[in-house]
């Protein structure tokens, strides 16, 4: 196993205070990524209300946002590792807000798109701060960091669903989102600028930027993505082709990175005995976070009267009694395993992580009668999913050097993003295809079995986890 070591930075570290500083600056900045990334699905009805188009085209504004994140994430974090962490994230967040002011002010849907796609540079945040903190602080304290980041994102999300329910309420206007998406923007990118030393590295000068692999990264990326996303409207034989094209774009691209001399994603960071089950780990744990969100949020909604089961909620009130209460619990779990993971192995941490999460998840396939029980069960599985995010980097940061510490978290966080996708098709079918009878409510065993599968994924990346210590010992 690599040792950890630290990037060469300006000639003192930051002592303790500053330390605090850039981790304050970071956590603010993952959370306002978390909120843009949730607060804009609640009221993708209310944009095609107000922007009078079908609900095929204005899926694009989180389709959009979906690739550029997968296409932006690895190129940003590479060049954070080559250049330095500082102007990349102020680059980003820079592009976020020109995002944020299309958003606002798009008149139409092309528009608003082309703002998302932009918006889409700031999933590179959470990786990139990996690297800074990697950078500036001790071993230690690297870990409880990466915690605090990890729970004040997780929070981040059921803070922003609950925002974008208060905001356009009774038919508001859903520009007042992207409102709350520039200002916050714009804070985040004062307090990076103002918080965040220089972390370039003196061994990297003259190094060229690999733009072919950037290139076959792009379009494997997009068709798998494409593919995932819209296989259910755009039919086989529209998905099998991207799906063949995308297998072989990967290929090329591995096959040109291992001869490349300075290669966009180092082969290590993506096929290693140490790395890969934790990028594995990562799609298991992003599909069962997803599993969880869109199973509670749709099952508390149904009308009891007529499935049999549910509660009736609305969008908001969901969010309020059932989504965030999940992210306080996350808040909490994510910086006590910080800690833990200081005392403990990363990979014993999301083991039990995940043993954690297969019990949420068999506690809400088998006792939601009661809306308190489906309180108990997200709780329980946001332990699991805080968890579990807050190990992935550690592990990750315990098997590659730290000149490759955003790019390979950069992966796994496209990683998280595949798995999710992957979960919000399989549980969008489930629910289509198990319905009561004569009509098209979903039947209560399509939400069980969706549970059942967010509980196997768990499970499935607790082991990947144990397998990950295992070979990177031998």
């Not at 995002?99 to 998302?116: D, E, K, Q, T």
């Not at 200002?183 to 965040?196: D, G």
């Not at 049999?308 to 009130?317: K, Q, R, S, W």
Request: aromatic share 6%; charged share 10%.
């Amino acid at each position: 196993m690599t040792a950890m070591t630290r990037v060469t930075i300006p000639a003192t570290a930051p002592d303790q205070g500053d330390g605090r500083k850039v981790v304050s600056a970071l956590c603010f900045s993952v959370m306002t990524l978390a909120i843009l990334q949730a607060a804009v699905v609640p009221v993708v009805p209310t944009m095609a209300r107000q922007l009078a188009v079908g609900p095929t085209a204005v899926g694009w504004v989180v389709t959009a946002n979906l690739l550029a994140a997968a296409v932006v994430t690895p190129v940003l974090s590479r060049l954070a590792d080559q250049r330095g962490c500082r102007p990349v994230l102020i680059g980003m967040l820079i592009a976020v807000v020109i995002g944020s002011v299309l958003c606002v002010l798009s008149p139409s849907l092309p528009l608003l798109i082309i703002g998302r796609v932009m918006q889409g540079a700031g999933f590179a945040l959470f990786p990139i701060g990996v690297a800074v903190v990697r950078a500036v602080l001790d071993e230690r304290r690297v870990t409880r960091a990466i915690g605090l980041m990890s729970g004040i994102m997780a929070a981040g999300g059921g803070l922003g669903i609950v925002a974008a329910g208060v905001l356009v309420v009774d038919g508001g206007d859903y520009r007042r989102v992207f409102w709350m998406l520039l200002v916050l923007s714009l804070v985040a990118l004062i307090v990076v600028w103002w918080a965040i030393p220089d972390t370039r590295r003196r061994d990297t000068h003259g190094r060229r930027f690999d733009a072919a692999g950037t290139v076959l990264i792009a379009v494997a990326l997009c068709a798998l993505l494409l593919a995932i996303a819209e296989g259910s409207r755009w039919g086989t034989w529209v998905i099998l082709p991207l799906g063949i094209g995308s297998c072989g774009c990967f290929c090329w691209w591995y096959r040109y990175e291992k001869r490349c001399a300075d290669p966009l994603i180092p082969p290590r960071a993506l096929i290693d005995r140490a790395v890969t089950p934790v990028h594995i780990a990562a799609v298991l744990v992003g599909a069962a976070m997803y599993v969880q969100f869109l199973g509670i949020a749709q099952f508390v909604q149904i009308d009891a009267g007529l499935g049999g089961y549910g509660f009736g909620y609305t969008v908001l009130e969901a969010s309020l009694m059932f989504l965030l209460p999940g992210s306080v619990v996350g808040v909490v779990t994510a910086t006590l395993s910080g800690r833990l993971i200081s005392r403990f192995r990363a990979d014993l941490v999301l083991a039990s992580m995940c043993g954690v999460g297969l019990v949420g998840f068999t506690l809400l396939g088998f006792t939601h009668d009661q809306p308190w029980q489906i309180v108990v069960a997200a709780g329980v599985i946001n332990v699991f999913v805080s968890g579990a995010y807050t190990a992935l980097p550690s592990l990750l940061i315990e098997a590659v050097p730290a000149g490759d510490t955003a790019v390979v978290n950069g992966v796994n966080a496209i990683a998280r993003v595949v798995g999710s996708s992957l979960a919000s098709a399989v549980v969008a079918s489930l629910l289509a295809v198990m319905t009561l009878e004569g009509s098209d409510v979903p039947s209560e065993s399509a939400f069980t079995l969706s549970f059942v599968l967010g509980g196997a994924a768990a499970a499935g990346a607790g082991v990947c986890g144990l397998l990950a210590h295992t070979r990177a010992e031998g």
